[in-house]
């Protein structure tokens, strides 16, 4: 296979399917990864910080360099579509901020990752969309972009676990709202379909044909509202626990 095959996905020997043998078992390895870095919880919060910062900042750029080796490959193989590789959707801005805020030491934004590690990964575990596995650049795209960001986000927040209020909660919802009217906005002059605000991806339509008969706007701000509750719980759950008789760092 050349570089060219593996970047631009010419040759496809091993498609991927949904919800197959193999996405299954990804997201299957993925939750057990995740059990245990829970079950290792205290043990990660009483880690020096020197040593958390060095394990974020070497997953920052990784996070970096996936994102890098995106652009440049697509450019020099004359890839690059501005209709569908901008960095506009949800999980790829959401790798850029997580690169942001741990490079730069933002740790005032610490809180908001715990969040949008999770809501752009999630959707696009469940809904997996890459032609091939294995042989495929956009495969690896994938895997680090979303599986590993959930995992980093998980990490962060055992390293410096925050007590989420409700005025964080009201920020991140405001600030998603806003960035998905900039994004309609985008869509409507540009005829693309990031934060598929404009129509949901047919491959999810076959899976869940339900979605159908339900306006987009609406599938959105649920999906949403959803998953930032089921996280509140479950940071809220996490918090407690690292503090129940163990005095925590945050």
């Known amino acids: 296979m050349s570089l060219k095959e593996f970047f631009i996905d010419e040759k496809i020997t091993f498609p991927f399917r949904h919800f197959g043998l193999f996405h299954i078992s990804l997201i299957l390895i993925l939750f057990i990864i995740c059990f245990i870095i829970s079950l290792k919880a ?36 004359h890839n690059f579509d501005f209709q569908t590789m901008l960095p506009l959707h949800l999980c790829y801005l959401s790798n850029y901020f997580y ?6 030491n933002q740790r005032k934004l610490y809180i908001y990752i715990y969040y949008l590690a999770f809501l752009g ?6 809904f997996f969309d890459v032609p091939t596995i294995l042989e495929s650049f956009n495969f690896y795209l994938y895997l680090i972009s979303h599986h590993l960001l959930v995992i ?26 806003i960035l998905n009217i900039f994004i309609k906005i985008f869509n409507y002059y540009f005829h693309t379909n990031y934060f598929f605000s404009n129509n949901i991806p047919p491959f999810i339509i076959e899976t869940l044909p339900f979605l159908k008969y339900f306006p987009i706007a609406l599938i959105l701000q ?8 089921i996280l509140t719980l479950f940071w809220h759950y996490s918090y407690q626990r690292l503090n129940k008789n163990n005095s925590f760092t945050t």
């Open 222 to 229: 649920v999906l949403i509202i959803f998953l930032i509750i």
């Open 42 to 77: 205290k043990k990660i919060n009483k880690l020096s910080d020197n040593t958390k910062q060095t394990i974020l900042k070497i997953l920052a750029i990784i996070f970096l360099i996936n994102m890098l080796t995106l652009y440049l490959s697509s450019f020099y193989y």
């Open 99 to 104: 690169i942001f805020v741990i490079l730069f």
């Open 121 to 126: 990964p999630i959707p696009a575990i469940i």
């Open 152 to 177: 980093a986000g998980l990490l962060l927040f055992y390293m410096y676990p925050l007590k989420i209020k409700l005025r964080n909660l009201i920020k991140l919802y405001l600030t998603l709202n």
